[in-house]
């Protein structure tokens, strides 16, 4: 049972930056896909970032130009780094891996941007 514990959220001012880190217990190795998701009040869950395990990348065009995520197999982690955060990005991030289907999922880190 893989399990995964992020960190790095907290309160930032809009257009500030935060990166958040995902620690997994195991290797991440052969998971093809890892990513980060979130989910804002009254809203649903969405996929944020996922990184390949070749390296490509996918974003929501929210996020697009302002968020990177990657990978370090050796290390167990991922990370997202987020710049330029508006408002519109307060939610819960969660770190996941293997995708959403049978994937695993961390606990969360709450993320919050006052205007």
């Known amino acids: 049972q893989l399990q995964l514990v992020e960190s790095g959220g907290g309160l930032v001012q809009a257009g500030g930056s935060l990166r958040l880190s995902c620690a997994a217990s195991?290797?991440?190795?052969?998971?093809?896909?890892m990513g980060w998701y979130r989910r804002a009040p009254g809203k649903q869950r969405e996929l944020v970032a996922a990184?390949?395990?070749?390296?490509?990348?996918n974003y929501a065009d929210s996020v697009k130009g302002r968020f990177t995520i990657s990978r370090d197999n050796a290390k167990n982690t991922v990370s997202l780094q987020m710049n330029s955060l508006k408002p519109e990005d307060t939610a819960v991030y969660y770190c996941?891996?293997?995708?959403?289907?049978?994937?695993?999922w961390g606990q969360g880190t709450q993320v919050t941007v006052s205007s």
């Open positions: 990184i390949f395990s070749g390296g490509s990348t």
């Open positions: 195991g290797s991440i190795f052969g998971f093809h896909v």
């Open positions: 996941n891996a293997g995708g959403t289907y049978r994937g695993y």
